[in-house]
């Protein structure tokens, strides 16, 4: 795992815990649009979405890192991100509620332990201590990879 830093991160909630990504890689934040369900595909491949002329695929990172199935709700979005910074890399995530942007400045990122075997990311880069809550760092390039299709 290389060494990582960040000034900003924008973290959200999966379940009861919160993660977070560079916010750097962050194109929107969409309320759940409507979704084109692509047939034989995992079960954490949702679809596909237009988004400006362009096709983002959209996976559910509940589905992806473990997570039992949940129903949307007003809170849930997709975040599009773009991994190396190319529009045409981009990727739909869907969450269940966009919490903050953190500026990382003055906090120390500990290591984060991950359950390999219930998890498609086996990696993260860390964990922060934000408000009494531990905010674990999603690494986006392996996100992009582990949701390759």
Do not use: C, W
Not at 57 to 70: C, E, Q
Not at 111 to 133: I, Q, R
């Amino acid at each position: 795992m290389s060494e990582q830093h960040y000034n900003t991160l924008l973290s959200f909630k999966l379940n009861d815990e919160y993660f977070a990504i560079d916010a750097m890689k962050v194109n929107h934040i969409l309320e759940v649009p409507d979704i084109t369900h692509v047939p034989n595909t995992p079960e954490f491949m949702r679809g596909v979405i237009n988004l400006h002329g362009n096709v983002i695929p959209v996976v559910d990172l509940r589905l992806m890192m473990g997570f039992k199935n949940a129903e949307f709700n007003s809170d849930t979005a997709v975040i599009v991100i773009a991994p190396d910074d190319q529009q045409d890399s981009s990727l739909g995530v869907v969450v269940d509620m966009v919490k903050e942007v953190i500026e990382t400045e003055g906090l120390e990122m500990k290591p984060t332990v991950v359950d390999k075997d219930n998890s498609m990311l086996k990696n993260f880069h860390g964990t922060f201590s934000v408000d009494n809550e531990f905010v674990h760092v999603i690494d986006v390039d392996e996100l992009a990879t582990a949701s390759e299709v």
